[in-house]
């Protein structure tokens, strides 16, 4: 019953994965990798965070069960090779749970992967570590139901006490149809590492929840009810979606209030939000977001075909199917003359976004050599390799990188501006944009602290000249 067998797989699993989860994962990121393994065959799965129990709680562990169909002993090589089992669906990718185990593990897998045990109904194991190329398991006595638990050590400095009510509700956003569903359910719970027991709050009761499905809350301003204002079925050559769109009441709280430049709606994909309130879906329409804008809401959900996601499976790549699902979007958007319920944006802006990008990357050229910097290297000429399908223009100047979007900097143009830092050694960056986007400024400050990033304005007059067309 000890005995440990030894999986081999193809290729350096273990390196391939320390070095994805350095992509910019974060907590609740790598989290929801954990979980949506599990949403695929589980109906019930639950969260545990193991935690000292003192001052703001640190998690030492995350234990994730479900009551799924297990995995099968002869896939294992499948399961946990790097980018082995890829295709259109919830598991695009293929290295989602390894590389948060790795994230988790302070970017290790061996530090972060304490256990895996699953039963299929035929076979009962537990992983007991992933080195290299190869798993130890070892046979365990066949439980009563089936099902896989993953328990990972938290090597970061994460604490339950001020992460458990967002952590509630990015899950509630996330996983909104499957909790939606009679049958299912997500358990977050904090258990006492001492004692292994869940952990009691003040009145007593056990500190465990049900996560909530969270949907857009709409609202028609004409009726006063809580309808929306569109609502159609959008056909392209490979994709089916649905677009729903509409205002959030002027009290909503939480995930959905109004705030400034939050307008956007969700993009439900495999029936899990990739994109929460993102702005890009509608910027066909309006290629700006602007604050008379900060009460729309929605979803745009895909039936039939599949968008490519990212890495981190957290938004979309982009790509010719989705430029053209936004194309209709839009247009779905004017033939309802949704315009009405919304100002229009003021005429600076309207102007601003006539400039590409390509051209804020001309003038902040011709500005750094005004500035005495004589080795301008454009992007594409510095040849990552890892990504070649990058909005807007890079140049690496003298142990710094600029990075140009013509929209207000959001959480994606951060990472990507980071990834590039750290890929070429850089300690310096610079995002030269029309302001900050949605959650642009907050997820820089929060996730990327030590970063030397700043924000070069085109709005403001310092920066201005970088935001004037070229032949003018």
């Not at 256990?115 to 109904?121: A, Q, R």
């Not at 009510?165 to 996330?174: H, N």
């Amino acid at each position: 019953m000890s005995e440990v067998e030894i999986i081999n797989m193809d290729s350096n699993n273990e390196r391939m994965a320390n070095t994805m989860s350095k992509s910019g994962f974060t907590f609740y990121s790598a989290l929801n990798e954990l979980v949506d393994n599990s949403t695929g065959t589980a109906k019930n799965i639950t969260i545990s965070l193991v935690v000292e129990n003192h001052n703001q709680r640190p998690i030492k562990k995350i234990i994730i069960s479900d009551d799924g169909s297990g995995i099968p002993k002869e896939q294992l090589r499948k399961a946990f090779g790097m980018g082995v089992m890829t295709g259109k669906t919830i598991h695009e990718h293929g290295v989602g749970m390894k590389t948060s185990i790795a994230y988790f593990g302070g970017l290790n897998i061996r530090d972060g992967l304490e256990s895996i045990s699953s039963y299929d109904g035929k076979d009962a194991y537990k992983v007991i570590s992933y080195e290299g190329n190869s798993l130890s398991i070892k046979k365990l006595p066949a439980p009563t139901s089936r099902g896989t638990t993953i328990v990972a050590n938290v090597k970061e400095q994460i604490a339950a006490a001020n992460r458990m009510q967002t952590l509630i509700e990015k899950l509630g956003i996330r996983y909104a149809i499957f909790v939606d569903k009679l049958e299912n359910s997500i358990t977050v719970q904090e258990v006492d590492e001492a004692t292994n027991k869940v952990l009691k709050n003040k009145s007593g009761k056990d500190m465990m929840h049900k996560v909530k499905p969270i949907y857009p809350p709409y609202y028609h301003p004409v009726s006063q009810t809580k309808v929306h204002i569109l609502h159609k079925r959008l056909t392209t050559a490979d994709l089916v979606a649905d677009l729903t769109i509409g205002l959030t009441p002027e009290d909503e709280e939480g995930a959905w209030a109004r705030k400034s430049y939050g307008g956007g709606i969700d993009v439900v994909q495999d029936e899990r939000v990739i994109c929460h309130r993102e702005y890009d879906p509608i910027s066909e329409w309006r290629s700006v977001n602007h604050t008379s804008l900060n009460a729309l809401c929605g979803r745009l959900v895909i039936q039939e075909g599949h968008l490519d996601t990212t890495p981190k499976k957290d938004a979309l790549q982009a790509s010719p199917q989705w430029a053209e699902l936004k194309n209709e979007v839009a247009k779905a958007i004017k033939a309802a003359q949704l315009g009405h319920f919304f100002s229009a944006p003021p005429e600076e802006e309207v102007k601003d976004d006539q400039i590409t990008e390509a051209q804020i990357e001309a003038n902040l050229i011709d500005f750094l050599n005004d500035l005495g910097y004589t080795k301008v290297v454009k992007q594409s000429e510095l040849k990552y390799g890892f990504r070649t399908d990058v909005e807007g223009v890079t140049p690496q100047i003298e142990g710094c990188i600029w990075e140009v979007k013509k929209k207000g900097v959001v959480p994606n143009d951060v990472l990507q501006l980071v990834n590039y830092m750290k890929i070429k050694n850089i300690t310096k960056g610079v995002l030269v944009a029309p302001g900050w986007g949605h959650d642009g400024e907050k997820y820089l400050k929060e996730v990327w602290p030590d970063m030397s990033i700043e924000l070069w304005d085109v709005t403001r007059p310092q920066y201005r000249i970088l935001g004037i067309k070229a032949d003018e």
